[in-house]
Every structure is written in structure tokens, then in C-alpha cells.
T-cell receptor, first 114, second 113 residues
Framework: EAGVAQSPRYKIIEKRQSVAFWCNPI?????LYWYQQILGQGPKLLIQ????????DSQLPKDRFSAERLKGVDSTLKIQPAKLEDSAVYLC????????????FGPGTRLTVT | AQKITQTQPGMFVQEKEAVTLDCTYD???????LFWYKQPSSGEMIFLIY??????QNATEGRYSLNFQKARKSANLVISASQLGDSAMYFC??????????FGKGTKLTVNP
């Protein structure tokens, strides 16, 4: 079974530029998550989709971050414009259901904003 | 609101010995789950073990066991017979009801040969 795929693995941009990350979850998983992991901290949920609907985006900085999950499969996370404090690893995860289900994580995208 | 506290920034253990990684949690949910994930230097989060708040027995998965003490709000991870490949960051997390999964700051485990 293929795992969660993410691209790119690494990205370096200048502040005020825009960037997009892509995630392909495990086939059949209804729930998709985007997490932000700042160095030295645990992952923090940015947004959770169930199929193509948003379940929780309470911690998503909506003035600059956006995410979509078209057709309930792949998802993209965009940052525009980027700030220095956005430097982090962005992890995508998926699960069969929601609460209590094991989440399977992708390898992450390491973003550096200069 | 949920909160996870991992008080050990770093831990060292000799190969083949057992090690306990501490985790305390705070939640207002009556029903919740506790998770442990491993994050090697490659960056991917790997699920290790899950404990439900109403599970009467401590969860075990191979060399991993979760020492769940509900009254103390403690969910420590015990790794038996440590291996060099166990060197990684370990994150404790909690999720209740329809709440999001919240992680602690993690513990860096180093296994010495």
C-alpha cells in the first residue's frame, strides 16, 4: 500500500513570495490533515478535511494560508505572501475516519523563508 | 482545551535496556485517546501505539507499551530492549471527541551502543 505522498520535499523562498505544497493521501482515506511543525515543537494542526469539506481550520492563518481538497483526494496548501516565521516543516497526514483513527503521515515539506 | 506536557527534552539509554518517556495530559473530554508517534531524522511521523481512555488494560505493540495512569493523567511510553534504530524524536498526543490531535514538544531519545 502506498503511503502519503508530498511534494516538494524542500523549498526555499524569499519573504513575500508565494509557495504551494501538494499532498496525495492513502487511497480510500476520507480524512486529510495539514500540520505545521516549527523547529523544536510538535506538529500543530492547520486544517482538517473530511472528503472535500473542511472540518477544522481554526488554527489556519487565513489572511495568508489557504488549502483545498478538490474531489476529496489530493490537497494543496498555499502560503501567500510568506513570512519569515512560516519557516517550518509542513506535514500532510490522512486517516480512514476522524477521531481516534491512526493518522498516517507523509515525509513533509521543509520550507525555508529568507 | 487539550494539552500535552513532555518534560524530558532528551533521554539517553544503552542498547538493549528499557527506557520510559514521560507524558502528562490535560483534557476536559470524558472520552479521549492517547497516541505516541516516532519521528526519525527523515522527518516522517510514525504511529507507535494508541490508548483509549476507557481501555482497562495498558496498550502494547511489540516492544512498545503505554503505562496509562488515568487518575494521574499520565501516559508514559515504555520501550523495552532498546535498539540503535530507536534513536529519534518521540511525540505524545491526545485527541478527544471531535477535537483535533494535539502533540507535546517531544523527547529526543538517543540509544548508545
Amino acid at each position: 500500500e502506498a503511503g502519503v505522498a508530498q511534494s516538494p520535499r524542500y523549498k526555499i523562498i524569499e519573504k513575500r513570495q508565494s509557495v504551494a505544497f501538494w499532498c496525495n493521501p492513502i487511497s480510500g482515506h476520507a480524512t486529510l490533515y495539514w500540520y505545521q511543525q516549527i523547529l523544536g515543537q510538535g506538529p500543530k494542526l492547520l486544517i482538517q478535511f473530511q472528503n472535500n469539506g473542511v472540518v477544522d481550520d481554526s488554527q489556519l492563518p487565513k489572511d495568508r494560508f489557504s488549502a483545498e481538497r478538490l474531489k476529496g483526494v489530493d490537497s494543496t496548501l498555499k502560503i501567500q505572501p510568506a513570512k519569515l516565521e512560516d519557516s517550518a516543516v509542513y506535514l500532510c497526514a490522512s486517516s480512514m475516519g476522524t477521531s481516534g483513527d491512526e493518522q498516517y503521515f507523509g515525509p513533509g515539506t521543509r520550507l525555508t523563508v529568507t | 482545551a487539550q494539552k500535552i506536557t513532555q518534560t524530558q527534552p532528551g533521554m539517553f539509554v544503552q542498547e538493549k535496556e528499557a527506557v520510559t518517556l514521560d507524558c502528562t495530559y490535560d483534557t476536559s473530554d470524558q472520552s479521549y485517546g492517547l497516541f505516541w508517534y516516532k519521528q526519525p531524522s527523515s522527518g516522517e511521523m510514525i504511529f507507535l501505539i494508541y490508548q483509549g481512555s476507557y481501555d482497562e488494560q495498558n496498550a502494547t505493540e511489540g516492544r512498545y507499551s503505554l503505562n496509562f495512569q488515568k487518575a494521574r493523567k499520565s501516559a508514559n511510553l515504555v520501550i523495552s530492549a532498546s535498539q540503535l534504530g530507536d534513536s529519534a524524536m518521540y511525540f505524545c498526543g491526545t485527541q478527544g471527541g471531535s477535537e483535533k490531535l494535539v502533540f507535546g514538544k517531544g523527547t529526543k531519545l538517543t540509544v548508545n551502543p
